[in-house]
């Protein structure tokens, strides 16, 4: 499975952005599909997760209420909208699958990168 990232950008604080994970040589379904976020100086954060099939959504404390995660089995793409954007949400994101029924994530993406201002 490839997975395309896309959608980051420069935006304001409190401005929203979408980001899409588009997949290849696969699908999302049955699997286990998440976001990651890297910023400089710090550790990989799992922002957000979903689970076979719309199940089992978790989200990081640092973005609930504010980020949602969602797939669309049809398009092959999985999603991150991202509300309320506050500078410390400035990183690098990445997508992430893994093998059917997994709990592991096998597949990542490049990022993409979101940069919010002050």
């Known amino acids: 499975v490839q997975l395309q990232a896309s959608g980051g950008g420069l935006v304001q604080t409190g401005a929203s952005l979408r980001l899409s994970c588009a997949a290849s040589?696969?699908?999302?379904?049955?699997?286990?599909v998440g976001w990651f976020r890297q910023a400089i100086g710090k550790e990989r954060e799992n922002v957000a997760s979903i689970r076979w099939n719309n199940q089992n959504l978790q989200y990081a404390d640092s973005v609930k209420g504010r980020f949602t995660i969602s797939f669309d089995n049809a398009m092959n793409t999985a999603y991150l909208q991202m509300n309320n954007l506050k500078p410390e949400d400035t990183a690098l994101y990445y997508c992430?699958?893994?093998?059917?029924?997994?709990?592991?994530?096998?597949?990542w993406g490049q990022g993409t990168l979101v940069t919010v201002s002050s």
């Open positions: 992430a699958v893994g093998k059917q029924y997994s709990l592991q994530y096998s597949y």
């Open positions: 040589g696969g699908t999302f379904k049955s699997r286990l």
